[in-house]
C-alpha cells in the first residue's frame, strides 16, 4: 500500500533554513508527481509546488518562490522540501502528498510540524 | 488565484442530509475535489472532479456542481463525520484550497 512517512517535528531559529523529507513506498516513486502543501495554525491549506521524481522537474505557486525548494532522491524513494529564511509566518505544518493522473491528493504524509522560534 | 468560498460552519443532528457549499471566484470546469480533516490528521480525499467517490469512501459521500458551484452532500450524516471539510480546484494555477467547513453534530 502506498506509504508517505514525513520526518519529525522542527524547532528551528528565525533566518535560518529547514529540510524536511518523504519517504514513499508501496508505488513507483518516478513515475508519480509529489506535492507539498502548507497548513499554518488555525488556517487552511495552501499548496507550495510539486516535483517530478522521474526528472527532477519542479513548479511552485509563485508565492514560493524562493521560500521552498523541491529535490527528490530517487535511490532512497524520499522527497524533500527546504524551507529558507525562516520566519515566524512559516511556522506550520507541512504535508507531502501524491497526485495521480490529475492534480488531487488521494495519499498524504501524515505532515511535519515546524516552529520558528528564537 | 482562484478563491474557493465555503461557509464557515454546519451544525447538523445524525442521520440528517447536509449539504456543503463551495463557489469559485472563476470557472474551474469539474476540477474540484473535496477533503475531510480531523484535528490532528492529515486531509483524507473524499470526491474528485466534482462527483467521483475516492476509493474507500462511504457512499454516503457524494459531490456535485461544475464550472463556479460545487456541493458535497453527507446521506445520512454519522457521528464520525465531525470535521472540517475542504474544497480544493486544481484547473487554474496555482492549485488552491477553500477555508474549510467546520461540521458539528447536534
Known amino acids: 500500500q502506498v506509504q508517505l512517512q514525513q520526518s519529525g517535528t522542527e524547532l528551528v531559529k528565525p533566518a535560518s533554513s529547514v529540510k524536511i523529507s518523504c519517504k514513499a513506498s508501496g508505488y513507483t516513486f518516478t513515475s508519480n508527481y509529489m506535492h507539498w502543501i502548507r497548513q499554518q495554525p488555525g488556517n487552511g491549506l495552501e499548496w507550495i509546488g510539486w516535483?517530478?521524481?522521474?526528472?527532477?522537474?519542479?513548479k511552485y505557486n509563485q508565492k514560493f518562490d524562493g521560500k521552498a525548494t523541491l529535490t527528490a532522491d530517487k535511490s532512497s524513494s524520499t522527497a524533500y522540501m527546504q524551507l529558507s529564511s525562516l520566519t515566524s509566518e512559516d511556522s506550520a505544518v507541512y504535508f507531502c502528498?501524491?497526485?495521480?493522473?490529475?492534480?488531487?491528493?488521494?495519499?498524504w504524509g501524515q505532515g511535519t510540524l515546524v516552529t520558528v522560534s528564537s | 488565484d482562484t478563491v474557493l468560498t465555503q461557509s464557515p460552519a454546519l451544525a447538523v443532528s445524525p442521520g440528517e442530509r447536509v449539504s456543503i457549499s463551495c463557489r469559485a471566484s472563476e470557472g474551474v470546469n469539474s476540477y474540484m475535489h473535496w477533503y475531510q480533516q480531523k484535528p490532528g490528521q492529515q486531509p483524507k480525499l473524499l470526491i474528485y472532479k466534482a462527483s467521483n467517490l475516492a476509493s474507500g469512501v462511504p457512499a454516503r459521500f457524494s459531490g456535485s456542481g461544475s464550472g463556479t458551484d460545487f456541493t458535497l452532500t453527507i446521506d445520512p450524516v454519522e457521528a464520525d463525520d465531525t470535521a472540517t471539510y475542504f474544497c480544493?480546484?486544481?484547473?487554474?494555477?496555482?492549485?488552491?484550497f477553500g477555508a474549510g467547513t467546520k461540521l458539528e453534530l447536534k
Open positions: 480544493q480546484q486544481s484547473w487554474n494555477d496555482p492549485n488552491t
Open positions: 502528498a501524491r497526485s495521480g493522473y490529475g492534480d488531487w491528493f488521494a495519499y
Open positions: 516535483i517530478y521524481p522521474g526528472n527532477g522537474n519542479t
